[in-house]
């Protein structure tokens, strides 16, 4: 289970200052898969159809970047001002490797 789950009850996302920007950007993805399907089902040339995928992509990585930012700026510094950092440091990280298509990391000494 995550931090922010284990603390839902008394604790605001940092994401929430830009959540009309996320879910306006969410809907303009929504609204590019259906076009892709809509492409895919008029049988359009595979180029066409991987540019749009391709669009869809870079839209979905900048609500991951803003997200990632906004976890970092926010739940992550407030972690860390309460001496709670470590863990997310940890938890981040991991989620970054997961993006970036990395398990592995730098080791730590134990």
Excluded: W
């Amino acid at each position: 289970m995550s931090h922010e789950t284990q603390h839902a009850d008394h604790f605001r996302h940092a994401y929430t200052k830009d959540r009309r920007e996320l879910l306006n950007r969410l809907r303009r993805i929504e609204g590019q898969a259906r076009g892709i399907a809509r492409l895919v089902e008029e049988e359009a040339y595979c180029l066409d159809v991987l540019q749009q995928v391709e669009a869809m992509t870079a839209a979905a990585d900048g609500v991951a970047l803003l997200l990632l930012e906004d976890h970092i700026d926010g739940c992550l510094a407030h972690a860390i001002q309460t001496g709670q950092g470590e863990p997310y440091v940890e938890e981040v990280m991991t989620v970054v490797r997961r993006v970036m298509g990395r398990r592995g990391g730098r080791s730590r000494a134990p």
